[in-house]
């Protein structure tokens, strides 16, 4: 039976392969999923400072929290690094967009100091809060260390480059995946003897594997720059699904 099987499979392929031959000068849809990128300059670079402050009450901590926000914020303004602020409309729907459209500060926490060895020391409050800042190069950004930290802050290692116009660089994107899309249909154009490549459909839905890898190439072309080293560029990723209608 088996034999009998693969016989019946070899004798078939001829046949089929003869159809599509045959058929070859008919136009063949075609659909196809390319990606493209652009890489520019960033516009400014994003870093996080964490702000505490303590009191012998929660309101005293936040109290003392306020005010040292204030003067932290009024001292990096003085090096041209300013309070991150919130765009409600960003203007794109990407990932990079929005996390470029947040800004900031978290909501206070407060929590009780942790006493140590000493039975005579008086209760206090910590409150802490998050704070994003906007830098407009990354050097700016490194240099306020010293100034977050003597106003009890610490800052977070990463410094995020970001753009001010996402849209205009995700059209970019869009467009180079456009480019490798007719090659790869005129690729496949050429195994069949057809030279036509038109557009009949373009579409920017993804299935749910095809988000995610989408949503993950966002995060590590912010987070994670290709030579793992420092860079002053952002590089925005698009999708497309391009069908085409291939003929002579």
Do not use: W
Request: one cysteine or more; charged letters at 20%.
């Amino acid at each position: 039976m088996i034999r009998l099987a693969i016989a019946c499979v070899m004798l078939s392929v001829p046949g089929a392969v003869m159809a599509q031959s045959n058929g070859a000068s008919d136009p063949v849809m075609v659909e196809i999923v390319a990606s493209g990128e652009v890489t520019v300059p960033a516009q400014r670079f994003r870093m996080s400072v964490t702000l505490t402050a303590k009191g012998p009450s929660e309101e005293a901590a936040k109290a003392a929290l306020a005010a040292s926000r204030a003067k932290l914020v009024q001292s990096l303004d003085g090096q041209n690094v300013h309070e991150a602020q919130a765009d409600p409309s960003p203007g794109g729907t990407s990932f990079m967009s929005l996390f470029a459209s947040l800004g900031g500060r978290s909501k206070p926490t407060v929590s009780m100091d942790s006493f140590g060895d000493d039975p005579d020391a008086k209760p206090q409050s910590i409150a802490s809060e998050t704070i994003q800042f906007d830098a407009p190069t990354r050097a700016a950004a490194g240099n306020v260390r010293q100034t977050v930290e003597a106003a009890g802050g610490t800052t977070a290692e990463e410094v995020v480059g970001l753009l001010d116009d996402y849209p205009a660089a995700s059209r970019r994107a869009k467009a180079d995946a456009l480019v490798k899309a007719r090659v790869q249909a005129l690729a496949y154009g050429e195994a069949l003897g057809l030279r036509q490549a038109n557009i009949t459909r373009i579409s920017e839905k993804q299935d749910i594997m095809g988000g995610t890898l989408g949503f993950l190439s966002q995060i590590v072309g912010m987070f994670a720059p290709k030579s793992g080293a420092e860079t002053n560029d952002v590089t925005v990723r698009e999708s497309l699904t391009v069908e085409f209608k291939l003929s002579r």
